[in-house]
């Protein structure tokens, strides 16, 4: 009797599994329409795959708070808005700003704000949040390292809710550059009574584009888009949400491992290509290389507190001594042109365009008399500083042999970046390589005021001249008065040698084929503008 129930029951269960195969939603080896075979609208199709670029990066952030941190990563472009813009031309746009207007002294700017702006908590952006945001950089108990680009500005004065006005201490045609900064992007009013030690961290908030979702330290962030999204800039295609839904910022340290996921399409798009890898990037047809002249410059420094720094014969030996075209040639493949001033030729307005003829020759013999003339006939024993990249280290090596053809033996000491950044605010320098990026004039104040020494004036350039002629530059009413005061600061600087000036580079952007409709930024990348990714 118990066997017959047990085989009745078998029966039962293989009718219905045999019948479960003919009936539509139901059969075992297929996905059912009522979930993914159905888009978000419940109609029938099939759902998108979520579309996720992955970007990578030889470093991570230290905070995600545009307001605290000294280095900006990149997902704080993509969190905050700003209320400047800038276009593909580099011209200045509006952001959240939609207009302003400047008093006929420059010392007033009222700015106009955009309505129907969201931040990613839900709040409205108003006048109160663009207030606290600068009168949270300008606090000195803050502690912002962008408080000295906004020195110029007296006091924000909330009109309205959405009309601000800044009172300037003098005019400062410069403003819309520090204001378009990512360091100028918008925070919500009292954000950090409001998320305590976990803002910056594990949350934080803007109106831009994509949302942070996770930060893990060293490994990666992951921002979200912003499903609410339609207040982008008028001069972008793509004003609305983004079209790709999840932006990875990956951080891979060894140069070699992102080449490497780069080829195999473990991540999408590269930043800062390395010039070893340019031809072999170039023959692959799964990538393109955008090459375009950076907002770069690399050089030779020295602590010009310190003997035999002092004396500018010294300083213009080691000038001469610097084969500028072999270090091009040895150490970035060619790729890339000569610096002879303090600025990057790319800053037009602003560059000097007699650089060249007011710089120093490669001249060995005229080194060595130099050298002579400043109480070193036989020569110096010097220690040459860098950062352990593959980059940084050739670039020492020939600096070094360079330098002992002129008489000049160096011991070259290698540091990991932290421990760099350590020793120059420690001031423990001699001769030190560096490489900034920066679009702007304004970088010659940030490392030769000497309202800025130790650190960043890691030069140690302690200069009434330099200091007053900097000072008059920027105090500039216009522009252009602006930008011609900045040139006689750069002959200034060229003749009495505070820098060795090495090289510009080019830069390079990788990007496989999976990215569709790629727009090369001279600033930041707009990957909410139309950007896409083709998934499987």
Known sequence: MKIQKFRRFIVIILTIFLLSSFLPG???????????DSDASGASGTKSPEKVLIIGYDQDAEIMDTIKTAWYSDALIYIHDRLITRDYEFGYKPGLAERWDISDDGLKWTFYLRKGVKFHDGKDFKAEDVKWTFDTIKDPNTGSPFRGDLEAIKEVKVIDDYTIEMVLNYPFPNLLYNLSATASGIH????????????????VIGTGPYKLEEWIPGDKTVLVKNEQYNWGPEWMSNRGPALIDKIVLKVIP??????????VGGIHLLR?????????????????????????????AYATDKE???????????????NREEIIQFVLRGIGEVAYGYL?????????EESKELAYEYNPEKARQ??????YPDGLELTLSADNSSKSSKLAEIIQNQLKEVGIETKIQLYDSASYADMLREGKQELFIREYSWSNADIIDWFLL?????????SRWVDEKTDELIMYAAQRPTWEERAEAYKEVQRYLIDQAVWAPIYIPMQMIAVRKEVKNFKYHPWMLQYNDGFDIEVK
């Not at 139901?26 to 059912?32: D, I, K, L, R």
């Not at 919500?188 to 949350?203: L, Q, V, W």
């Not at 060894?254 to 080829?263: A, C, F, K, Q």
């Not at 309202?451 to 890691?458: D, I, T, V």
């Open 26 to 36: 139901c059969s075992t080896g297929g996905v059912s329409e009522t979930s993914e």
């Open 188 to 203: 919500p009013a009292n954000a950090y009574e409001k998320y305590g030690d976990d803002y910056g961290k594990k949350i």
């Open 254 to 263: 060894d140069e070699n491992s992102r080449m490497m996921e780069l080829e």
């Open 272 to 300: 800062n290509v390395p010039e070893t890898y340019v031809e072999k990037l170039e023959n692959n047809p799964d990538i393109t290389l955008y090459k375009e002249p950076a907002t770069k410059l690399g050089y030779l």
């Open 308 to 322: 035999p720094f002092t004396d500018v014969r010294v300083r213009r030996a080691i000038n001469h001594a610097l």
């Open 344 to 352: 990057p030729p790319a800053l037009k307005d602003e560059y000097l």
């Open 370 to 375: 130099l050298l002579a003339e400043a109480g």
């Open 450 to 458: 000497s309202s800025r020494f130790p650190y960043p004036n890691h």
